[in-house]
């Protein structure tokens, strides 16, 4: 508890002191800044802190903490100069604003705060892999941290948001697990208060200050618990509906579940029926992050991952993807200020000018940079909206012309550029498994599942597009449109066939290898994939309904433009251009996945389609909240807000089944076992208690390296060095090749400590402990069980400095 109110304070002071900041840095938005304040100041703490520390001025402990701090108060004194009545003005005419602002922050920080006390596990997924980071930066006395699963080496990953979480841990002195589970809880409250932020700016262009900020609050309701279709259907599932019993078998069938094909709903439900929370499917939350089945051309099923903000908070994951999102809403916040003009400036080099405020461009590129550095996958969509809202702001002030293409250039490099080189340390240790881009021919997206998965945002858009086309404030723009719309499809399938063409050359053995396990030729695997994306074309129709649409729209035009004056022509302004900006933006991410995808080390689009899906879903739901807060605004008509009303109710209803049903299975009805804890160490010390001590006893000693069991992703193995941040030989072996790209740095590490724990033969063993410099050796039922254990040789040869059972610790001299 005492944490959590450390935790909030300083959060809450943060944001104070750095809003004065934000006041300056965005002035067309309606807030300010006030609402993305936290993240901004969190986000500039937390680069002053690395960088300092990474040109060894700072040392990572609680001096260099506060000299970070002291540096943002600087700025915002020096934002504050001049500006103190304007602000204090400001204050007092939104108060509303402001409270709902802070009270908005405090529940949904209480909120996920206690359902992570509830739940507070970090054993599963990639969880301890995030555990390590955090411990691993903690035991850092300088940057680059090391990286406790390959000692000797640094992280390589992109871990600024661990960073992060490790100075709001040792600042509040808590340990690693504890701070894993508060960071959770963070994160959901900044994106709440972040989207909400947004979602207001929004709406405040329409002057009605004081009934957009109860509207508002739909956005973090849209984007952190409004979550896929896939709950619904659990529940349909669970009620017997669709399944026919066969009298004389006792079998129950059923077409409509079969042809749906999501897995364990194609299985008759078990009995008893009914929706009594024990009659679940164990772990029937899981499936509702992989609703996309994907099946290789001899029908092997291909696990596809696509997540949602509630999921990630439901499994209690800190990966990167989740600690983006307040950031993701700072740069949208970005785009947006640009895009309403408030960045007007100029910054001119031989001749080229931008049309920007060298302030303005030093911000942007500072969270473009920073979302780089929390989670790559990011930078190219908030690049891209970063750039488009200049482009279009720049076409409302001067009209479309060539012009535009060069506007486009002139930010989007300079902007790349810059923002590489304010984080430049990052990249001279970062090594990424990304290798090219590689056709998909064989996994397009079911339609009945693409809506599934996104239905519950898809219904209140379609609806505010169906609005705007039979009320636009312009006229549509439908030719330019469907020649962008079709014209993205044709080129992304053109690409996508010289991508194969290309293939057949450079992996000709690979290709034939493939087709081979197939039984077909090129052109049988091409008629067999074109006719597989035929039957499945039910997402790229429900995809261009979506884009197709909001392109005439955003390039809608005045009536007293004649359609063909397209040379300067000059865009209508609306209050719908930059949700539907968002929504062109969210619709291509979505798309991209059906014709290519990223290569890596799982070879198919499983990672693509997450980390595309998850950046989709942060924009439209923004659209989404919007649409619904729009049109319940301004349908004129009692029937109609009222229909639309209901139907808005049920959408929300039907998507908040999953966290509804989820909570309440995850935490045991909030009857947790073992009470309330957010500290995961506890569940170590009840399951593992030798384990428990002597990791509590190594925290007492110097730092050094490990020896403990090796084994595969996803497991307990690595334990010590995720709680301790003590670096160990090697940790999870799949995911350090993962980081890297390449299995070369693990060199005999793993065989090697096999050998270590097995051999009779004190020299090799000495031999292996002198190789990787090792200091503790550390014995438990792990190690064990895990392999044939020769314990006599540390015991004549070295010091036992712990035991307690079966766990015993040696010291190396």
Known sequence: MTAFFLWYFTLTLLGWLTFPLMFRLLPALADRGYTLARAAGLLIWGYVFWLF???????????????????????????????????????????????????????????????RSANPELASTEKPMELMFINSILQSETFPPQDAWLSGYAISYYYFGYVMTAMLARLSNINGSMAHNLMTALIFALGAVGSFGILYNLLAQAKNHRLAVGSSLLAPLFLLLVSNFEALLEVFHRLGLGWAKNAATGESTSSFWSWLDMKELSQPPAEPLGLALENFRYLWWWRASRVIQDYDMAGGHREVIDEFPFFSFLLGDLHPHVLAIPFVLLAIAVALNIFLGGWRGKIEVRGLRLHLHPAGFFFAALVLGGLAFLNTWDILTSAALIVSAYVLWRAVEDGWSWARLEDAFLLGLPLGVFSFLLYFPFYLGFSSQAGGILPNFMYPTRGMHLWVMWGTLLIPIFSLLLYTWMNPPARPNWKLALSIGFGITLILAVFTLILGILSLVVEKDFINAMLASYNMTVPQFLGATSQRRLAYIGSLITLLAVLIPSLAFLFSRNEKQEASDTSSLVPHHSFLSFPLLLLILGALLILAPEFVFLRDQFGYRINT??????????????????????????????????????????????????????????????????????????????????????IAYLQTLPEGVVAEAIGGSYSYYARVSAFTGYPTVLGWPGHEAQWRGNYLLHGTRETDIETLYTTANWLEAQAIIEKYNIRYIFIGNLERVSMPVNEEKFFLYLQPIFQQGGTAIYEAP
Do not use: H
């Open 609 to 694: 389609v997450f980390k595309f899906y998850y950046q989709a879903w942060i924009l439209w739901s923004l659209v989404a909240a919007f649409s619904v807060a729009w049109l319940l605004q301004n349908l004129r008509s009692l029937l109609s807000r009222i229909s639309v009303g209901i139907l808005f109710s049920l959408v929300i209803f039907a998507g908040l089944l999953y966290p509804t049903i989820g909570l309440m299975t995850k935490t045991n009805n909030f009857k947790p076992t073992f009470g309330y804890d957010l500290d995961d160490f506890s569940r170590i010390q009840r399951d593992n208690p030798g384990d428990a001590a002597a």
């Open 53 to 115: 520390a990474s040109l060894g001025f700072l040392r990572n402990d609680l001096g260099g903490i506060f000299f970070a701090l002291v540096v943002i108060g600087a700025l915002s004194i020096w934002a504050l100069l001049n500006r103190r009545a304007e602000i204090v003005q400001f204050l007092k005419s939104n108060l509303g604003l402001v409270i709902t602002t802070e009270l908005l922050f405090l529940i949904a920080f209480a909120f996920l705060a206690f359902v």
